[in-house]
């Protein structure tokens, strides 16, 4: 097992890749080390069996969600090797990502109101 973090691992992978604007990896594997049933992966796995990615890049445009998450996988198959268990990927390009924030915002600014009008 190498001495580097599966998450410091992924990461370098995918920015060397995909040159994304946005790069988020989230460790999930807490979750699930003192479930008997996957004990034994997240030992192997060295508590690194649960990744989450948000990436954001347009290497993305054009291609439909599950193209860009095999293009993931592909890159990132050496991991599913090693002890790598589930990978939850969100693939956006950078217009995708824009309006995902804009949204955000605007929900934030309607519960703002909403909260105060109600007082």
Do not use: C, W
């Not at 993305?60 to 193209?67: A, L, M, P, S, Y």
């Not at 996988?73 to 090797?81: A, G, P, R, W």
């Amino acid at each position: 097992m190498s001495l580097v973090p599966r998450g410091n691992r992924i990461y370098k992978l995918l920015s060397s890749t995909f040159q994304p604007s946005v790069l988020k990896i989230r460790n999930k594997s807490k979750v699930h080390e003192q479930d008997p049933l996957h004990k034994e992966i997240h030992e192997q796995a060295g508590g690194e069996s649960y990744i989450d990615v948000y990436i954001v890049s347009d290497s993305f445009k054009g291609r439909q969600q599950v193209e860009r998450q095999r293009m993931i996988m592909k890159i990132l198959q050496s991991e599913f090797i090693s002890g790598l268990h589930a990978l939850t990927v969100n693939a956006k390009t950078l217009s995708e990502h824009e309006t995902f924030q804009d949204r955000v915002e605007r929900m934030k600014e309607l519960r703002k109101h909403n909260n105060t009008s109600t007082e």
